[in-house]
């Protein structure tokens, strides 16, 4: 081939491509979860990139436990976020996640980003499960989050109790701010080419903090005397079962935890700066902003 017609098929393959992005450009976004702990982030940095948001829940009509409803959620959607509703990791995630994605892809809704879970071998299933959709994906590897501390079951051990009891021992875990993991799946989905199609993106805060060195982050800020107390995982789901958990759930939980509370995720991880260009929010800033809300007050 001659330098000049080369060049011209580089010229229009280029063409080709910018066409496709903007063919492709994200409008809508489909978010599953959008009332949960990431969803409502990614819903409300969506909304504010100027992102038509169709949340999915069982209130509008989506269920993840029943395909059927599946169709009228995705139909005429451009994206997905999808987050499963339990853990990404846990039994049957793999064989829902892949389902819905195959449906999505199927409908027209090619652009699909995962939230997983960083370090946990039980999610790689579900994670090439998205893969082998046929959808354009990206997933995203999320640390612990830190509003694990200010939502759900951790929070009220603090708030009633004075003490977290958690697996965890001195295990250090960069803890990552859960609106993050909303601005780098907004940045993924308008970026306006497909730069992060295929790949995984890793997010973690910016420093290694214990669960004992976290909640006295939070302790000094609330003035409280909140400890951390840490068990073995077994004794942990034996606490799990006794609050009534079914045995199924314990039994993925502690498995997990089993695991992914080794030390293998004492590390940092510069998804966040890659995508975003600036350093992850630092965990004593979420602890600051959650102590003036008062979140921890008994």
Not at 104 to 127: F, I, K
Not at 223 to 241: C, F, I, K, Q
């Amino acid at each position: 081939m001659t330098n000049t017609a080369q060049n011209s098929a580089e010229n229009t393959a280029r063409d080709t491509a910018r066409d496709t992005a903007r063919d492709t450009q994200v409008t809508t976004v489909v978010v599953t979860g959008a009332t949960g702990r990431s969803g409502s982030r990614v819903a409300r940095a969506a909304e504010a990139a100027g992102l038509t948001v169709r949340a999915a829940s069982r209130a509008t009509g989506f269920d993840w436990w029943d395909a059927s409803t599946w169709a009228d959620t995705l139909r005429g959607a451009d994206a997905a976020y999808l987050a499963h509703p339990s853990d990404v990791g846990a039994p049957g995630a793999a064989e829902v996640v892949g389902a819905l994605a195959r449906e999505a892809v199927g409908l027209g809704v090619r652009r699909l980003v995962l939230l997983s879970a960083r370090g946990e071998d039980q999610a790689l299933p579900t994670e090439e499960a998205l893969r082998a959709s046929g959808a354009d994906w990206t997933v995203v590897r999320a640390a612990w989050f830190a509003q694990n501390f200010s939502e759900g079951p951790l929070v009220a051990e603090l708030r009633e109790r004075g003490e977290l009891v958690f697996p965890a021992d001195e295990v250090r875990e960069p803890f990552l701010d859960v609106r993050d993991i909303a601005d780098v799946v907004v940045s993924v989905l308008t970026c306006g080419d497909d730069r992060y199609a295929g790949r995984i993106l890793t997010l973690s805060g910016g420093r290694l903090l214990t669960f004992g060195e976290a909640v006295a982050e939070i302790a000094g800020a609330t003035g409280r005397p909140l400890t951390y107390r840490a068990v073995s995982t077994r004794d942990y789901g034996e606490a799990l079962a006794g609050f009534g958990v079914p045995p199924e759930e314990v039994a993925g939980m502690t498995e997990i935890f089993g695991t992914l509370l080794d030390g293998r995720n004492a590390h940092l991880s510069d998804g966040v700066r890659e995508v975003l260009g600036r350093a992850p929010r630092d965990f004593a800033a979420f602890v600051r902003e959650e102590a003036a809300a008062g979140t921890w007050k008994a």
